[in-house]
């Protein structure tokens, strides 16, 4: 029923693109600010309580209504309630198809509509200060979109909605805790945690999809102490094995075709281990 789930939401999203606004962000920062104000935090979100009071009650629900539909019906209540939850957790715009429009742009030598296809996109970022558009893209699209993704579908099908709410939650409160530099350090474990093992099998099949020994290599070179956005950044950019004089078209394609090769290896994986496994 997870493997259906989520391919009918893919499907959704294909063929009905304005599913593609529903997102649950817009009511978790309405949320966030009702509760900032509540507990006057001050814009500190390092203290345990008022991020358990953020993050847990959503994910409470999603397990209690996931609880109650159960197999009641055949299970097509609860196909069509994980369907319903993927669709308010699937990113608006996937990263190989934020590639593919950067790569029609670029070939048509529309760099002002690269650069304001990637601003509207992509969350900004200082990391990527000074970079192009080609540019922050790759970057986003190997350690942030491609991982994001997966973790989804990975959650979900271990969890089912309840394991997807809680990534989507994860990732939103990574995202609040980027506007608090003083604080939010306590948003950003949730993330971390949740991501470490998707961030590692990605890893794998960067390597396995493009170059492993420079995946290892870059790997070995990091620390056992690298961030999970980083790890998968490096290794993302050392698995294309592109030459220095590589077009930003060609760097772009490349990056599309070792995500989707990637993800859809893992997919394929995943889906033949829910099969034998009972998960």
């Given at each position: 029923m997870d493997v259906i789930a989520i391919l009918l939401a893919l499907l959704i999203c294909h063929y009905w693109p304005v599913s593609r606004d529903w997102n649950m962000r817009a009511p978790f920062l309405r949320y966030a600010d009702w509760l900032q104000v509540r507990l006057d935090l001050a814009n500190d979100w390092n203290r345990t309580l008022p991020v358990l009071l953020l993050l847990l009650p959503p994910v409470l629900l999603t397990a209690l209504l996931q609880l109650l539909l159960g197999y009641r019906l055949a299970g097509i209540p609860a196909l069509l309630f994980g369907v319903l939850v993927l669709l308010l957790c699937l990113p608006p715009l996937r990263a190989d198809q934020l590639l593919s429009k950067l790569i029609r742009t670029l070939e048509r030598s529309r760099e002002d509509q690269a650069q304001q296809l990637v601003d509207e996109n992509l969350p900004a970022d200082r990391e990527r200060f000074g970079e192009t558009a080609s540019e922050q893209a790759e970057r986003h699209a190997l350690s942030e979109?491609?991982?994001?993704?997966?973790?989804?579908?990975?959650?979900?099908?271990?969890?089912?909605?309840?394991?997807?709410?809680?990534?989507?939650?994860?990732?939103?409160?990574?995202?609040?805790?980027?506007?608090?530099?003083?604080?939010?350090?306590?948003?950003?474990?949730?993330?971390?945690?949740?991501?470490?093992?998707?961030?590692?099998?990605?890893?794998?099949?960067?390597?396995?999809?493009?170059?492993?020994?420079?995946?290892?290599?870059?790997?070995?070179?990091?620390?056992?102490?690298?961030?999970?956005?980083e790890l998968l950044d490096r290794s993302g950019r050392a698995a294309l094995h592109l030459p220095a004089d590589a077009t930003p078209v060609q760097r772009l394609t490349t990056s599309r075709q070792l995500i989707r090769r990637a993800l859809i290896g893992l997919f394929a994986a995943l889906i033949v281990l829910k099969l034998i496994l009972p998960i």
């Amino acid at each position: 029923m997870d493997v259906i789930a989520i391919l009918l939401a893919l499907l959704i999203c294909h063929y009905w693109p304005v599913s593609r606004d529903w997102n649950m962000r817009a009511p978790f920062l309405r949320y966030a600010d009702w509760l900032q104000v509540r507990l006057d935090l001050a814009n500190d979100w390092n203290r345990t309580l008022p991020v358990l009071l953020l993050l847990l009650p959503p994910v409470l629900l999603t397990a209690l209504l996931q609880l109650l539909l159960g197999y009641r019906l055949a299970g097509i209540p609860a196909l069509l309630f994980g369907v319903l939850v993927l669709l308010l957790c699937l990113p608006p715009l996937r990263a190989d198809q934020l590639l593919s429009k950067l790569i029609r742009t670029l070939e048509r030598s529309r760099e002002d509509q690269a650069q304001q296809l990637v601003d509207e996109n992509l969350p900004a970022d200082r990391e990527r200060f000074g970079e192009t558009a080609s540019e922050q893209a790759e970057r986003h699209a190997l350690s942030e979109g491609a991982p994001d993704l997966l973790a989804l579908a990975f959650w979900f099908i271990v969890f089912g909605p309840f394991g997807a709410v809680a990534w989507r939650l994860a990732d939103l409160a990574r995202g609040l805790a980027e506007d608090h530099e003083s604080g939010g350090q306590a948003l950003r474990v949730w993330h971390d945690w949740l991501g470490w093992l998707p961030a590692r099998l990605l890893l794998c099949a960067y390597g396995f999809m493009g170059s492993l020994q420079a995946v290892l290599a870059s790997w070995r070179g990091l620390g056992p102490h690298v961030s999970n956005r980083e790890l998968l950044d490096r290794s993302g950019r050392a698995a294309l094995h592109l030459p220095a004089d590589a077009t930003p078209v060609q760097r772009l394609t490349t990056s599309r075709q070792l995500i989707r090769r990637a993800l859809i290896g893992l997919f394929a994986a995943l889906i033949v281990l829910k099969l034998i496994l009972p998960i």
